[in-house]
């Protein structure tokens, strides 16, 4: 079965909003896929996504509530097929740990932008457009899986 890892800085707001998206957009193409998720950092370990993801994901049909973040390892390389970070600090991190199959997930649908860090956004608003740009990333990354990513 193909594998992929979403990683973000914290794994409680962005990414397991891919998680989800993705999840939800393999099961509904009958797609096997394993989907999972990690933060660079260590700070929210253990910890469910912030209150702002899980309510978009819940507007949006999701249940994200009893996701938990953990750190991404170096053994996650070898364990997923295709590593696709947020940010391009995300991808620098991440190729900084020696990881080779790194994607970035602006790249599939925003011209490489960054998906920005609604974590230190006011209000609720930038959680909104994060999930249209994830949703909308996810919707062509779920066709060049299909059809080969490189
Ligand atoms: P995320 O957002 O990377 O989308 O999960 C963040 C969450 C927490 C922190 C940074 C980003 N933080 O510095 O604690």
Redesign the pocket.
């Known amino acids: 079965m193909r594998s992929i890892l979403f990683v ?8 397991p909003l891919a998680e989800a998206i993705l999840r939800s957009q393999a099961e509904a193409k009958g797609m096997a896929l394993r989907i999972d998720s990690a ?1 660079t ?1 260590s ?2 370990i253990g910890e469910p996504p ?1 209150d702002h993801s899980v309510r978009v994901a819940k507007a949006h049909g999701l249940d994200i509530a009893a996701y938990r973040a953990r750190q991404v390892c170096p053994g996650d390389a070898d364990a997923f097929d295709v590593i696709v970070a ?1 940010d391009a600090k995300n991808v620098a991190d991440l190729k900084r740990m020696g990881m080779a199959n790194v994607y970035k997930l602006g790249d599939f649908g925003y011209g490489g932008e960054d998906v920005p ?3 230190f956004f006011p209000g609720f608003e930038g959680f909104e457009k994060v999930f249209t740009m994830i949703e909308t990333c996810c919707t062509t990354l779920m066709t060049r899986l299909a059809t080969g990513l490189e």
């Open positions: 973000c800085l914290g794994n409680i707001c962005r990414s933060g950092g700070w929210h912030c947020l860090d609604p974590y």
